[in-house]
Antibody, heavy 117, light 110 residues
Framework: EVQLVESGGGLVQPGGSLRLSCAASGFSFSNYWMHWVRQAPGKGLVWVSRINSDGSNAIYADFVKGRFTISRDNAKNTLYLQLNSLRAEDTAVYYC??????????WGQGALVTVSS | QSALTQPASVSGSPGQSITMSCTGTNSDVGSYNLVSWYQQHPGKAPKVMIYEGTKRPSGVSNRFSGSKSGNTASLTISGLQAEDEADYYCCSYATSGTWVFGGGTKLTVL
């Protein structure tokens, strides 16, 4: 059974940092591209970032503007998202998702990040 | 990258068919056959219902179907059931190498 479990969310002050993790199991993690997608409270889904299977290439949504970094450790079957210079508008549930193609196959349950003073 | 355009809401009675649209541009929906659709129930993670425009993942009911014409993709749900009531999001791969979602459509089963 495919499982994606996010962790690391919480309350952080504006300008602060947080690292999200996504532990994967039940599939060959090192063969899959991985994504982060976020959803602000009561709002729609927004794509954040994608990393390729060996971690050598990453791409980000324009609004990230160098503040977020996606990475992965295939030996640990874990995906990461480093969030820096956080703003109130970054408050959202952050989902990780896997894919072998151009869509999001399995999703985690999400990690809530709240940016507030 | 601007969000794809979806109607805010659609509704239908049990047993009926409904179609919801997803309009993009020549830089996303119109460039590839890579539109996917996601169903999200309140408090739950999204679930893929259609990928690559028309394909259904294993386990998804054949009541769900997808199509595309030009810059507009559509999701049709036939034989509407109470459990279909949810938010639906379209998503497309774009020429920029990124992905873009629609704003979502709330489906109400009357």
């Amino acid at each position: 059974e495919v499982q994606l479990v996010e962790s690391g969310g919480g309350l952080v002050q504006p300008g602060g940092s947080l690292r999200l993790s996504c532990a994967a199991s039940g599939f060959s993690f090192s063969n899959y591209w991985m994504h982060w997608v976020r959803q602000a409270p009561g709002k729609g889904l927004v794509w954040v970032s994608r990393i390729n299977s060996d971690g050598s290439n990453a791409i980000y949504a324009d609004f990230v503007k160098g503040r977020f970094t996606i990475s992965r450790d295939n030996a640990k079957n874990t995906l990461y998202l480093q969030l820096n210079s956080l703003r109130a508008e970054d408050t959202a549930v952050y989902y990780c998702a896997n894919t072998l193609s151009y869509y999001f196959d399995y999703w985690g349950q999400g990690a809530l990040v709240t940016v507030s003073s | 990258q601007s969000a794809l355009t979806q109607p805010a809401s659609v509704s239908g009675s049990p047993g009926q068919s409904i179609t919801m649209s997803c309009t993009g541009t020549n830089s996303d929906v119109g460039s590839y056959n890579l539109v996917s659709w996601y169903q999200q129930h309140p408090g739950k993670a999204p679930k893929v219902m259609i990928y690559e425009g028309t394909k259904r993942p294993s386990g998804v009911s054949n009541r769900f179907s997808g199509s595309k014409s030009g810059n507009t993709a559509s999701l049709t749900i036939s034989g509407l059931q109470a459990e279909d009531e949810a938010d639906y999001y379209c998503c497309s791969y774009a020429t920029s190498g990124t992905w873009v979602f629609g704003g979502g459509t709330k489906l109400t089963v009357l």
